[in-house]
């Protein structure tokens, strides 16, 4: 009896300590985007706010985490990259349903939750990156093309199971079908000049040296490429190469996005919110693109000048909850073509 | 050992009886090996809850591949690092040849280097677009790949490199102790008996410190399972690579722990296999005699042959990689990111020492306990519990924290139950929810290398210690741990070394706003951006150098007899 009131005393004592710093203005986020690229943003907020932002930066075995500290989670907000992750914890049942004008005003429908359960926060496009001397513009102007006969032995990608992969396959899914999917896979599969390897950038590099002709990356590799001071000869790969946004005169390009979403059980929710809103504002937006080259996602925000330098272009507006679903069809798709091989 | 337990008992007049068992031994042995095994069974746990069957899919299209290639993986690095951790610490402590005493040490150094910066290292300087290559163009005119072949380093055969690169040392390290520990009268009658110094090597050195170089060997191949890193960036399908594809992409945690528990029975299977080879070996020294080692002066020819031997695994797994890191790092030159990094490089240095010193305590106790009391089921169930090592990094930090998040909620709900007071996550989210993990996940290196030089002692010391009146304990601390010491170091050394690298643990158990050199690593190198990452992978190399040099000072002195 004793030692269950000591123990109950001490326990009693560690919960008011917790109590008394869960009091102070703060909000708990768990990130998969690397603490380089956002801690500018969540600093300015701090600053503007006088809101604590602490961080784990998590980038397989967050969900893992949510699900285990259950209830007791001390974590508020999520941000990551990609759909799928977002879609991932809303299948989980993990995130809330939050409603914000401001965010409703900011983020165009189709790149948040229809009940608020997750919030888009940039965008970028999966484009292609052709070299300029090699390739002529028509060789290239849709997905579709990358996996044709023209294009053997042409192309460079990096892992066909990295996520932006698998969610430009399912997009393809959503689009024409798992059939063609698999088609189209089996195609690009066959153009591959080299065993998939490498993230966007290095696909870039190998288009400047020659070992292929064109490749598939997000956009902002090229905003870091053309701007990067610290690895000058970056500069000349990127001047080595011109975009293509695809499918311009059908579906539009594929465009995935980068989001957060307020979790169950969030005992800081007005922050979190407060949080996700000035990502979306005009200061945040600004860093995004600064820092890393992403499509801001209010429409009406002002462009980076490099990312204004590429152009309008038309975007699919297949809904993202679909392209998330078709994730593991694509996922599956890769396995079955032996992408990686 | 049974009859030295018998002894032991009726030397303290304990007559054998039912409750022989509950002593502090037994029952703290069971204890740690009860908290090792948690997350283990939670990972199995997790591959019963319900999720998609993955099966049919993977067997019609890449199980063959991911088991292809994983035993492709595995069997060239062993290969590797068995030919050169062996080959270098045998002649290495039985020859004399320029640059022996450098190399002692130095062997040692590409264990500092994570297997994913290497890799990172290696990819710059060979790919295509890399120095090498370019050179080559430019001397021969070739314009295109077509034009002329080059290894893929992105390859099979270049992560088996990278790995062999920085994993013999775990081969070098094992089978050197046990060289040294070696008495030299064995190989002495093996050449009156008329065998040369070759087959000397393979007939009598060799499977004496056969058990030894198995666990460098097993720490190696679990070590290989398990990497991520290098064959996620090489893109070749192993196992493990598998295992995340499906637990990511495919949202499938039970599949993916479904996956896990296979390999955690193919490790199974290959331990048992080993041990079922050796079964009715016994490796116990027979003779205290222990002269100085001979030292063999190497002619011209071979003495070259050993420099040359011994220098390039340190050049291609260190020296190289470490320039390289070196002058991205001067390149790269930040003062705010310096002081960034030498905060983390507290952070890591911290958390490695604590858990080092742990993990060797733990271990030896349960080495011991297994010792005292040669019960089967304690046998298995500490064996199982240092099995953390052959679980892939992430699924095991999964399991940590479905353990952690468990206790935490049960104790919460209890609380709230019996006092009406919510005491919300104790260990969950907390450095000692890290350091649990790293303990969980390298038992398996302090454990074995104690089991191993224990194995050595003859019962026949125990034995005598307990008949003259001490107990347990005091047998341990002054006849084990003195003779035992240099194992015990190397798995200090072994074990923060690790911990300095350890990544996917650190990143999903760790505190708010909290760091280390590997995850700041992490988050750069995770966008291929070597240069900013190049301090701290530094930082990890400098820290790593330290224990290496104490560990070859203290392997030098642990051949008994000699101080």
Known sequence: MSFKKITGMALGAFCVTMAASAQAEEVNLYSSRQPFLINPLLEAFTEETGVKVNMVYIKKGMLERIKAEGENSPADLILTSDIGKLDNHVQAGLLKATSSDVLKEKIPSQYRHPDGLWYGLTTRARIIYAHNKRVKPEEVQTYEDLAKPHMEGRVCTRSGKHEYNVSLLASIVAAKGEEYALEWAKGLKKNLARKPQGNDRAQVKAVYQGECDVSLGNTYYMGKMVTNEKNPEQKDWAASVFLVFPNQADRGTHVNISGGGVLKGAMNEANAIKLLEFLTGPKAQALYAEGNFEYPIDENAKLHPVVASWGKFKADEMDLTKIAEYRKIATRIMDKVRYNN | ?563
Not at chain 2, 141 to 164: C, D, H, N, Q, V
Not at chain 2, 446 to 463: I, R, Y
């Open chain 2, 1 to 563: 050992m049974n009859e030295a337990v018998a002894t032991a008992n009726m030397a303290q007049g304990v007559a054998k009886n039912r409750w022989a068992w509950l002593n502090v031994w037994t029952v703290g042995t069971v204890l740690i090996a009860l908290m090792a095994v948690a997350p283990i069974c939670a990972v199995i746990y997790l591959s019963l809850t319900p999720g998609d069957d993955i099966w049919s899919h993977l067997v019609e299209t890449v199980l063959t591949d991911y088991i292809s290639n994983t035993l492709l993986l595995m069997i060239f690095v062993a290969l590797g690092t068995l030919s050169i951790g062996v080959g270098s610490a045998w002649v290495v402590s039985m020859c004399r040849f320029p640059g022996k005493k450098i190399f002692e040490w130095a062997l040692l150094l590409p264990m500092a280097m994570p297997a994913y910066v290497i890799a990172y290292v290696y990819t710059d300087i060979l790919e295509y677009a890399g120095p090498i290559q370019t050179m080559l163009r430019d001397i021969f005119g070739w314009e295109t790949k077509r034009e002329y072949w080059f290894p893929e380093i992105r390859s099979l055969g270049g992560a088996a490199s990278m790995m062999t690169l920085v994993l013999y040392p775990y081969v070098y390290l094992l089978s050197r102790a046990a060289f040294l520990e070696q008495s030299v009268c064995v190989l002495e009658a093996s050449r009156v008996l008329g065998r040369g110094p070759w087959r000397s090597f393979f007939s009598v050195a060799l499977p004496l410190a056969r058990p030894a170089i198995v666990i460098g060997l097993s720490l190696v191949m679990m070590e290989t399972l398990n990497d991520f890193g290098t064959v996620d960036f090489f893109a070749v399908n192993t196992f493990t690579l598998g295992i995340y594809d499906v637990w990511l992409n495919m949202n499938n945690i039970a599949g993916a722990a479904q996956l896990s528990c296979m390999l955690l029975f193919f490790v199974m299977f290959l331990i048992a296999a080993e041990r079922f080879g050796r079964r009715k070996q016994k490796f116990h020294h027979t003779t205290s005699k222990y002269k100085a080692l001979p030292g063999y002066e190497l002619p011209f020819k071979f003495a070259l042959l050993a420099t040359i031997g011994c220098a390039l695994p340190i050049v291609l797994g260190f020296v190289l990689p470490a320039g390289v890191l070196f002058y991205y790092a001067i390149i790269h030159y930040d003062p705010y990111a310096t002081s960034e990094v030498l905060g983390h490089a507290g952070n890591s240095a911290l958390l490695s020492v604590v858990a080092a010193v742990l993990a060797i305590a733990i271990g030896t106790f349960m080495a011991y306990g297994v010792r005292l009391r040669k019960e089967k089921t304690l046998k298995f169930m500490v064996r199982f519990a240092s099995l953390g090592y052959a679980v892939p990094g992430s699924v095991l930090a999964v399991g940590v924290l479905v353990t952690l998040g468990g206790l935490d909620n049960g104790i919460d709900a209890y609380m709230r139950e019996n006092w009406g007071i919510s005491t919300g996550l104790i260990f969950s989210g907390t450095i000692a929810a890290v350091t649990y993990g790293y303990l969980v996940r390298f038992l398996a290196l302090s454990f074995g290398s104690v089991e191993a030089s224990l194995g050595k002692v003859t019962p026949n010391m125990d034995g005598a210690a307990r008949s003259l009146g001490h107990g347990a304990f005091a047998t341990l601390r002054k006849i084990h741990v003195p003779i035992i010491r240099g194992s015990m170091l190397t798995a200090v050394m072994m074990v923060f070394v690790d911990c300095m690298k350890e990544l996917p643990i650190t990143v999903i158990l760790r505190p708010f706003n909290f760091h280390t050199l590997a995850t700041y690593v992490h988050q750069y190198a995770s966008d291929e951006q070597l240069g900013e990452a190049s301090l701290a992978a530094l930082a990890i190399v400098g820290f790593g150098i330290f224990p290496v040099i104490v560990l070859s000072i203290a392997i030098n002195k642990s051949r008994p007899g000699h101080h």
